[in-house]
C-alpha cells in the first residue's frame, strides 16, 4: 500500500459528475412523466361526458416539427461552442430558443381554443383533467428550458460562455432532447393512440 | 497509522475557537454548512426530535388501545395521532436517519472529500426539514374553511378518493400533501447527490467490487429512490390538482378509478420499505464482521442479493392491495413476486450468521443490536411471507397482525442496526464513546419493550382485531393482549431517554476515543476521530475490501485472498 498525495483519484473525472447528475435528474424526470403517462393511458375512453379527444384534438404537426427540429439546432450550437464559434454558436442558441418559443405560443393556441370554442377545462372531464396534466407537464418543462436556453444565448453573445465551458452547456443539451423525447411519447399516447 | 492521520483541528478544539464568537456564530455555522459531515449530523439529530415526536403519539394511541371502551382520546384525534404517527415515522424519521448517516458516511468510506454537490446536499436536508415543519405546522393552520379537522387524519398512504375535497374538507389534507411533496423533492435531490458521489468521486484504488457494503446499500436505495419517489410527486400532484382544480384524477363520480391512487402509493410505498431497509442491512454488514473479527462471508453473494431486492421489490407493490378485487392473475403475480424478494433476503441472514460462525465475537452495545436485529427481522420476513400468501391476507388484511408485521420490519430492520450505528459511529463523528453502561441498559429494555409491544399484537390481529379503530366492545379477548403491548411502551420510551441521554452526556464527557477504537477495516477509521473539514490529507491507496487491516497488517494483505 502506498499513498497517492493530493493528486485527485484517476476514478473521478469532475465532467462525469455534472454528467451523472444529469442523468439521475433525468432518470427521476422519466418516473415523474411516466406516472402521468400511465394515467393517461388508463383513463382513455373513460370519460363520461364530453367533449371526447376524437372530437376536439387536431394533430399537432406544425408545433413538433418545431420542437424535433429544435434538437438538431441545439446540437450545431453546442458543436459551434466547441469549436470556439462564439457568434455562431449564440444564433444556434437562439434558433432553438425561438423553436421552443413557437412551441410554447402553439400550445396556448390549442389550448385557448379548447377551452373557448369547446369549453373543454381541466375540470370538465377524465379526458381534460389528463390531457392538460400531461401537456401542461410537459409544456412546463419547455418553459424551463427555453430559460436555459435565453440565458445561454445571451451569455453566449456577451462573451461570457467559453469553449471550455462546453461540457456544462451539453448538459443543458442533454435536457431539451429529454424534453423532445418525452413530447415523442406525449405526442403518440395523447394525439395518436388516445384520438 | 500516525503518519495518515491529520494534525488536524478536531471539533473540540474548534469548540473552544468558537466559544468566544458566542453561540449565535455557532448556530451561524451549522446553518449555512454545505460539509457532509455537519449535514449528516444535522439530518440525525432532526430525525431523533422527529422521532420523540411520532414516538410521543405512538404512545397516545397505545394508552386510548389498552383496555376495552376507553375514551382518553376522541375518535377524530386518533385518526390524526395515527396519520401523523406513520407519516412523521416514514417520511421524518426514517428518511432522514438514512440519509444522514449515507451523507457522513459515504465520501468517509469511498475516501472522498464531500458529496459531489454540498450545495444541492444543504437544499436537500433544509427542505426535508422545513417540510417537516410544514406538516406539523397542519395542527395550526389546518382549521380551513370548514372547521374541519386540524391534522390531517387519512392514514399516511392517504388513500384517494377519502383525501378528495368532497370527503376531506378543509386544509389538513393539503398540509400533508405539500409537506411531502416538498420533502420528497429532498430526498431525491439527496439520492442523485449520494449516487453521483458514489459513481464518480471514489478514491484511488476504491473499485466498486472493493466499496464496503453500506455504500453498496446507499448506491442501491439512491437508485431506487430516483425511481419510486417521483411516482408519489406525481400522484401528489394530481391530488393537489384535482383538490385546487376541480380535476378529476380520483373522482370517482366522474368515472376515474378508485384504486389508481394505491396502485401509484404503493409503487411508492413497497418499495421505500426497502430504502429503509437496506441501509440497516448495510449498518449490520459493517459491524457484524469488525465485532466477530472476520471477514464479511459472501460479500459479492451479499452486494448482489441488495441489487436483487432493489429489482425484485419494485414488483411487489399490489401485495398491499390484495382485498381490493385485483382478480386472481394479478394476485397470484404479485404473490409470487412477494415470495421471491423472500430469497435475496434470505441470502442476507446467511452472510451475517457465516461471519458469526467461527468468529471471535465480542458483545458490546454496536453488536448487541446487530445479533438482536437477526431474530428481530426474521420474524419480520416470516410474518410477511405469511402475509403474502393471498388467502391468508384475506384473512388478516387491515388487521393488527399487519401493524405488527410492519413494525417488525422498520423496527427490527432499520431501528435496531441504526442504534447500533449509533453507538459504532458516534466515536468518530465526535471522538468520544457513548457509555457502554447506559447502552447495555438500552438494549436490553428496548428489546423487552419491543417485543412486549409488537410481538404481543400479532394475537389480537389474528383474533380479528381491525387496525385504526378507536377503541373496541369488552369480551373479544383482545384486552389482556392489548395491556401488554401498552406496558411495552414505557420500556422503550425509557430506552430511548437513555439513548439521548448517553449521547448529550458523552458528547462532552466520553472516554476519548481515539481514530479506530474498534479496531476496524474500513476507511473512515482511518482519520482523525471527529475527521477534519476535508476528511483525508492523504489518501491510502486502496487495494482490497479492508483497507485498513492492510495498513495493519502490511505482511498479510487481503487481496491475495479476494
Not at chain 2, 60 to 68: C, D, F, K, P
Not at chain 2, 186 to 196: C, E, M, R, S, W
Not at chain 2, 339 to 352: A, D, E, Q, R, S
Not at chain 2, 358 to 381: D, H, N, S, V, W
Request: charged share 10%.
Amino acid at each position: 500500500m502506498s499513498s497517492a498525495g493530493m493528486t485527485e483519484p484517476a476514478s473521478v473525472n469532475p465532467v462525469w459528475r455534472g454528467r451523472a447528475g444529469m442523468i439521475c435528474l433525468l432518470v427521476a424526470e422519466g418516473s415523474l412523466f411516466a406516472i402521468f403517462v400511465v394515467a393517461y393511458l388508463f383513463y382513455i375512453g373513460k370519460s363520461l361526458s364530453g367533449p371526447y379527444p376524437k372530437d376536439v384534438l387536431e394533430l399537432p404537426l406544425f408545433n413538433s416539427f418545431c420542437l424535433l427540429s429544435s434538437s438538431v439546432t441545439v446540437a450545431f450550437a453546442t458543436r459551434a461552442l466547441r469549436r470556439g464559434r462564439m457568434r455562431r454558436s449564440g444564433g444556434w442558441f437562439l434558433v432553438t430558443l425561438a423553436l421552443g418559443v413557437v412551441f410554447l405560443i402553439g400550445t396556448a393556441r390549442e389550448w385557448y381554443r379548447l377551452i373557448v370554442a369547446h369549453g373543454l377545462t381541466i375540470a370538465t372531464n377524465l379526458f381534460g383533467t389528463t390531457f392538460y396534466a400531461v401537456v401542461g407537464l410537459h409544456a412546463t418543462h419547455v418553459s424551463l428550458g427555453v430559460l436555459v436556453l435565453a440565458l445561454l444565448s445571451v451569455l453566449a453573445f456577451s462573451g461570457a460562455l467559453r469553449p471550455e465551458q462546453v461540457e456544462r452547456a451539453d448538459l443543458a443539451a442533454w435536457y431539451w432532447h429529454f424534453v423532445d423525447g418525452v413530447w415523442v411519447v406525449v405526442f403518440i399516447v395523447v394525439y395518436v393512440v388516445g384520438r | 497509522m500516525d503518519g495518515m492521520t491529520l494534525p488536524a483541528p478536531t471539533i473540540g478544539a474548534r469548540r473552544s475557537a468558537d466559544a468566544p464568537r458566542g453561540w449565535l456564530a455557532v448556530l451561524h455555522d451549522w446553518v449555512v454548512t454545505v460539509d457532509h459531515k455537519r449535514l449528516g449530523i444535522l439530518y440525525v439529530v432532526t430525525a431523533i426530535g422527529f422521532l420523540v415526536v411520532a414516538g410521543l403519539e405512538a404512545s397516545a394511541i397505545r394508552l386510548q388501545l389498552a383496555w376495552s371502551n376507553l375514551h382518553i382520546l376522541s375518535p377524530g384525534t386518533f385518526n390524526r395521532l395515527f396519520t401523523m404517527h406513520g407519516t412523521t415515522m416514514v417520511f421524518l424519521v426514517g428518511i432522514p436517519f438514512v440519509f444522514g448517516f449515507g451523507n457522513y458516511l459515504v465520501p468517509l468510506m469511498i475516501g472522498a472529500r464531500d458529496l459531489a454537490f454540498p450545495r444541492l446536499n444543504a437544499f436537500g436536508f433544509w427542505i426535508l426539514l422545513f417540510g417537516g415543519v410544514l406538516l406539523h405546522f397542519s395542527v395550526i393552520g389546518g382549521e380551513g374553511l370548514y372547521g374541519a379537522g386540524s391534522a390531517p387524519a387519512v392514514g399516511w398512504f392517504a388513500y384517494a378518493p377519502l383525501t378528495e375535497r368532497a370527503f376531506s374538507p378543509g386544509n389538513a389534507t393539503d398540509y400533508w400533501n405539500l409537506a411531502l411533496l416538498v420533502t420528497g423533492l429532498g430526498t431525491i435531490a439527496t439520492a442523485v447527490n449520494l449516487l453521483v458521489t458514489i459513481l464518480t468521486m471514489r478514491g484511488p484504488g476504491m473499485t466498486l467490487g472493493r466499496m464496503p457494503v453500506f455504500v453498496w446499500e446507499m448506491l442501491t436505495i439512491s437508485a431506487l429512490t430516483l425511481i419510486i419517489l417521483p411516482p408519489l410527486s406525481a400522484a401528489q400532484i394530481m391530488l393537489m390538482l384535482d383538490r385546487f382544480l376541480g380535476a378529476h384524477f380520483f373522482d370517482t363520480q366522474a368515472g376515474a378509478s378508485a384504486v389508481m391512487w394505491q396502485h401509484f402509493f404503493w409503487f411508492f410505498g413497497h418499495p421505500e420499505v426497502y430504502v429503509l431497509a437496506l441501509p440497516g442491512f448495510g449498518f449490520a454488514s459493517e459491524i457484524i464482521p469488525v465485532f466477530s473479527r472476520k471477514v464479511l462471508f459472501g460479500y459479492a453473494t451479499l452486494v448482489m442479493a441488495s441489487a436483487g431486492i432493489g429489482l425484485v421489490g419494485m414488483g411487489t407493490w399490489a401485495h398491499h392491495m390484495f382485498a381490493v378485487g385485483m382478480g386472481s392473475p394479478l394476485n397470484s403475480a404479485f404473490a409470487a413476486s412477494t415470495m421471491l424478494v423472500g430469497v435475496p433476503t434470505g441470502v442476507k441472514l446467511f452472510n451475517w450468521l457465516g461471519t458469526m460462525y467461527g468468529g471471535k465475537i465480542r458483545f458490546e452495545t454496536p453488536m448487541l443490536f446487530c445479533t438482536a436485529f437477526l431474530f428481530q427481522f426474521l420474524c419480520a420476513g416470516l410474518t410477511g411471507i405469511m402475509l403474502g400468501v393471498v388467502p391468508f391476507d384475506w384473512q388478516l388484511h387491515d388487521s393488527y397482525f399487519v401493524v405488527a408485521h410492519f413494525h417488525f420490519v422498520l423496527i427490527g430492520g432499520l431501528i435496531f442496526t441504526l442504534f447500533g450505528a449509533i453507538y459504532y459511529w458516534f466515536p468518530k463523528a465526535t471522538g468520544r464513546m457513548l457509555s457502554e453502561r447506559l447502552g447495555h441498559w438500552h438494549f436490553w429494555l428496548f428489546v423487552i419493550g419491543f417485543n412486549l409491544t409488537f410481538l404481543t399484537m400479532h394475537v389480537p390481529g389474528m383474533l380479528g382485531m381491525a387496525r385504526r379503530i378507536y377503541t373496541y366492545p369488552a369480551g373479544r379477548g383482545w384486552e389482556v393482549w392489548n395491556l401488554v403491548a401498552t406496558l411495552g411502551v414505557p420500556f422503550q420510551a425509557i430506552a430511548v431517554l437513555i439513548v439521548i441521554v448517553n449521547v448529550v452526556v458523552s458528547v462532552r464527557h466520553g472516554v476519548p476515543a481515539g481514530d479506530d477504537p474498534w479496531d476496524a477495516w474500513t476507511l473512515e477509521w482511518a482519520t482523525s476521530s471527529p475527521p477534519p473539514p476535508y476528511n483525508f490529507a492523504v489518501l491510502p491507496v486502496v487495494s482490497s475490501r479492508r483497507p485498513l487491516w492492510d495498513l495493519k497488517h502490511p505482511d498479510d494483505p487481503d487481496a491475495p485472498h479476494e
